[in-house]
C-alpha cells in the first residue's frame, strides 16, 4: 500500500478550488493546504490587535486586513506562485475594491498554535522576508504569552524576543503583550 498521491495544480485551478471552498485555502508549490480553524483563545488575540491596529492606522494611508484577504507572492527566487491568508497584515498597497488579493504587505502577524508554529517560525517567515515592501513579521503565540519580531533593517532581518512591548515599524506603535493577550488568562 502506497501513500497519499499528491497532485500538484496550477493557480487557475487553484482559485477555482478556493472559490468552491467554505475556509481559506492557501497554495504553495502547486500544492494546497486548508487554513488552520481557530481556537476561541486564537480569535481573542486576532480582535485585540486587530482593535490595536485599526486605532493605530486611522487616518493614515495604511489598512489592516484579516485572514479574509488573500497576500498573492511570487518572489523571484522561489520560481512559483503563493497564496497565503495571514492571520492580519498592514499595507498601503493602491488596488481596486474588487481586488481579491494583495501583494505589498508592510507588517504581517501569524498567530501561533502548536498546529502552525513549524510551518510560521520556518518556511512563512522564509518566504514573508524575501517580499520587498515587508517591514515586520510579527509571531504571536496563543499558547503562552510569548511573541518574536522579525524586523527588516539596513542591514537585513533582526529577530527579538518581545518582552512586554515591542515598536511595530509603519503603524509606529508599541504593543504591548498585556494589549494583545487581554481577556486570554494565559
Same mark, same amino acid.
Given at each position: 500500500? =502506497? ?11 487553484? /482559485?477555482?478550488?478556493?472559490? *468552491? ?5 492557501? $497554495? ?25 491596529? /485599526? ?16 497576500? +498573492? ?11 497565503? $491568508? ?14 481579491? $488579493?494583495?501583494? *505589498? ?5 501569524? #498567530?501561533? =498554535?502548536?498546529?502552525?508554529?513549524? #510551518?510560521?517560525?520556518?518556511?512563512? *517567515? ?15 503565540? =496563543?499558547?503562552?504569552?510569548? *511573541?518574536?519580531?522579525?524586523? +527588516? ?34
Amino acid at each position: 500500500m =502506497s501513500g497519499p498521491a499528491y497532485r500538484r495544480i496550477s493557480e487557475e485551478q487553484y /482559485l477555482l478550488e478556493l472559490e *468552491a471552498s467554505d475556509i481559506p485555502l492557501e $497554495f504553495i508549490d502547486g500544492l494546497i493546504y486548508p487554513r488552520a480553524a481557530s481556537s476561541l483563545r486564537h480569535c481573542r488575540i486576532n480582535t485585540n490587535l486587530l482593535r490595536v491596529l /485599526l486605532n493605530a492606522t486611522q487616518d493614515t494611508q495604511n489598512w489592516v486586513y484579516t485572514n479574509q484577504m488573500r497576500l +498573492r507572492l511570487a518572489p523571484p527566487q522561489f520560481h512559483q506562485v503563493m497564496n497565503y $491568508f495571514p492571520d492580519i497584515f498592514v499595507s498601503s498597497e493602491e488596488s481596486s475594491l474588487d481586488a481579491m $488579493f494583495l501583494s *505589498a504587505p508592510s507588517v504581517i502577524v501569524e #498567530i501561533t =498554535s502548536e498546529e502552525t508554529y513549524r #510551518i510560521d517560525t520556518s518556511w512563512k *517567515a522564509y518566504v514573508y522576508r524575501s517580499i520587498p515592501s515587508l517591514q515586520a513579521y510579527l509571531m504571536i503565540d =496563543s499558547e503562552s504569552q510569548s *511573541a518574536e519580531l522579525h524586523r +527588516r533593517t539596513p542591514n537585513g532581518w533582526d529577530v527579538e524576543v518581545v518582552q512586554g512591548s515591542v515598536s511595530l515599524p509603519c503603524v509606529n506603535i508599541s504593543l504591548s503583550l498585556d494589549e494583545v493577550y487581554d481577556g486570554v488568562n494565559l
